[in-house]
Nanobody, 115 residues
Framework: QVQLVESGGGLVQAGGSLRLSCAASGIIYSIVFMAWYRQAPGKQRELVASITSAGSRNYADSVKGRFTISRDSAKNTVYLEMNSLRPEDTAVYYC?????????WGQGTQVTVSS
């Protein structure tokens, strides 16, 4: 069982920046995929950014050029650097990790961007 602990959310003005972190612990088999999702009130959860074990990155069109996903394999940690934040980025952000035997979700961290 993999446990995920997220941190770094908060309140920021439009145009500001935040950095989210997600640390995985527990019995960790080979991590093949790490990602950040978000869910705004009344909307479905959506993929924001992902990174594979090979380092391949994928971004939602709405965050390309503003967000950067990275990982520290030694620490089993994934990061999301968010710049030029917009009010529409307001959501609960969830970390998701997929290993060779299954997937886990974090508890979520709130990001609120004021206009």
């Amino acid at each position: 069982q993999v446990q995920l602990v997220e941190s770094g959310g908060g309140l920021v003005q439009a145009g500001g920046s935040l950095r989210l972190s997600c640390a995985a612990s527990g019995i960790i088999y080979s991590i093949v995929f790490m990602a950040w999702y978000r869910q705004a009130p009344g909307k479905q959860r959506e993929l924001v950014a992902s990174i594979t074990s090979a380092g391949s990155r994928n971004y939602a069109d709405s965050v390309k050029g503003r967000f950067t996903i990275s990982r520290d394999s030694a620490k089993n940690t994934v990061y999301l650097e968010m710049n030029s934040l917009r009010p529409e980025d307001t959501a609960v952000y969830y970390c998701h990790v997929r290993t060779a035997v299954g997937g886990s979700w974090g508890q979520g961290t709130q990001v609120t961007v004021s206009s």
